[in-house]
């Protein structure tokens, strides 16, 4: 009986019932509310299997990483609705979890991913009098860079045109070229309102959608908000399409 629970012991150090590699992925993500023009659900739909893949996982080839996605309102307060889905790291290896039966729950998970987006933006009104992105996104950065996920990322559909008490990307924008020049002053300035943590560990990318009316306030935030991640060691990306 000895030899055989030597020689068991033996099988499951080589095989395994979990091979210890499977990783735990948070992703933040964003949508803003604040203009119609991010009002269409495909703008974000069209991105669920790219975002799954970065997870480790997909519908077709299954997958045992697990992960959550987090998704937020960008409005005129500085707390909004939130949806969470979560997918549970599998279980890998010779007596691991069945395949079939992970697939099922990524499917689930795909389709709960869907409905959320589509809950979300069934429970608003677009085109709100302000835009409170800074105080939205700061807050729940410093939930995310306490976690202890694998990965950390953060998805931000919006035009990013700050319209609030902080500061306007409307009107007289001579704060904000200011805050370009000297970015180290707007953090302190900012960070009585909401201190952003260390985001080396993160990856932010932001999604936008420009117009003829928009396009060089939004080149003009780009500038600002690129400098503002980048000051934390944050990685980040601006473009007109989710790339991750």
């Known amino acids: 009986m000895k030899n055989f629970i030597l ?7 080589i095989c395994g019932c979990h091979n210890g590699k499977e990783q735990y992925t948070s992703i933040y993500l964003f949508i803003d509310v604040t203009d119609t023009i991010f009002k269409n659900p495909e703008t974000y739909l069209s991105d669920i ?9 997909d519908t077709i080839r299954g997958g045992f990483n697990g992960g959550e996605v987090k998704m937020f309102l960008l409005n005129n307060v500085s707390q909004t609705k939130s949806v969470t889905v979560k997918l549970n ?4 290896g010779l007596l691991g979890q069945n395949e079939l039966d992970r697939m099922d729950e990524i499917k689930t998970f795909y389709k709960k991913l869907n409905q959320g987006i589509n809950d979300l933006l069934a429970s608003i009104e677009f085109q709100r009098e302000q835009s409170k992105i800074y105080q939205n996104i700061c807050r729940e950065l410093n939930t995310l860079s306490n976690t202890h996920s694998d990965k950390k990322i953060v998805i931000i559909y919006s035009d990013m045109l700050e319209n609030s008490n902080l ?7 001579s704060k904000i070229q200011s805050y370009i020049n000297d970015i180290n002053s707007a953090m302190q300035e900012l960070s009585k309102d909401c201190s952003l943590p260390e985001l080396s560990a993160i990856d932010v990318h932001i999604v936008t959608i420009r117009t003829k009316e928009t396009d060089e306030k939004i080149n003009l935030a780009e500038q600002f908000w690129t400098k503002l991640f980048m000051s934390k060691n944050c990685q980040v990306t601006f473009d007109v399409e989710l790339n991750l």
Do not use: D, N, W
Request: no cysteine.
């Open 7 to 13: 020689a068991l012991l033996t099988l499951f150090s």
């Open 49 to 57: 299997p790219i975002i799954i893949k970065e997870i480790g996982i």
């Open 89 to 92: 790291k599998g279980i890998s």
């Open 167 to 173: 500061f306007t990307f409307y009107g007289e924008i």
